[in-house]
């Protein structure tokens, strides 16, 4: 089946530090791989997307490389701002007929002035 | 990307009782999903909503706990039927992106509190 698997938190950081969330997926087939964040009191937006093998995706000073020999989809950011402070959700997306996002369980983030 | 609104955005609901969230979409789309994010949890899909067609529900989730309708391809509501503590929760309806590749783009949720 289809899974994804996110690095637990909470994770607590100091302001402009880097910050690396990982992500792992087992799918069937090839997926497009997603993350989203939640603002406190907000919903889901998309953070940023890849949708092949080798393709980086990139919003806000985030990033993540679609890497299909290791299955992952790591976020990183080089200088973290208390702004960041959000829960980020890993997730994937196969369409074979139906359409679904599979989400991983989610990483709270507390960035510290 | 759609806009999507919800409502209500928040309620406090008596056990047994039943409550209807609204969706409204600013464009025409043909999927409209229901999610819902339990307590501290991630996002679970409860139904696939097409216009003109029944609801598809997930595994665990059933037509008299969360009849869902969808008159038209800008509207869809979602009822959780019989309410218990355990379906406090955030429902989220979103809709797909245009390019195909997958995403889906959310409401700002419905939070439920059931006393």
């Known amino acids: 089946g289809n899974s994804v698997t996110q690095m637990e938190g909470p994770v607590t950081l100091s302001e402009e530090a880097f910050l690396t969330i990982n992500c792992t997926y087992t799918a069937t087939g090839y997926p497009s791989l997603f993350w989203y964040v939640q603002y406190p009191g907000e919903g889901l937006q998309l953070l940023l997307k890849a949708t092949k093998a080798d393709d980086k995706g990139s919003n806000k000073g985030f990033e993540a490389t679609y890497r299909k020999e290791t299955t992952s989809f790591h976020l990183e950011k080089g200088s973290v701002q208390v702004s960041d402070s959000a829960v980020y959700f890993c997730?994937?997306?196969?369409?074979?007929?139906?359409?679904?996002?599979?989400f991983g369980q989610g990483t709270r983030l507390t960035i510290n002035p | 990307s759609a806009v999507i609104s919800q409502k209500p955005s928040r309620d406090i609901c008596q056990r047994g009782t039943s409550l209807t969230i609204q969706c409204q979409v600013d464009?025409?789309?043909?999927?409209m999903f229901w999610y819902r994010q339990q307590p501290g949890q991630s996002l679970t899909l409860i139904a696939t909503a097409n216009q003109g067609s029944e609801a598809t529900y997930e595994s665990g989730f059933v037509i008299d706990k969360f009849p869902i309708s969808r008159p038209n391809l800008t509207f869809s509501t979602l009822t959780v039927s019989n309410m218990s503590p355990e379906d406090s929760s955030i429902y989220l309806c979103s809709v797909s992106g245009q390019s195909f590749t997958g995403e889906l783009f959310f409401g700002e949720g419905s939070r439920l509190t059931v006393l």
């Open positions: 464009s025409q789309v043909t999927m």
């Open positions: 997730a994937l997306s196969i369409i074979q007929g139906a359409q679904k996002l599979v």
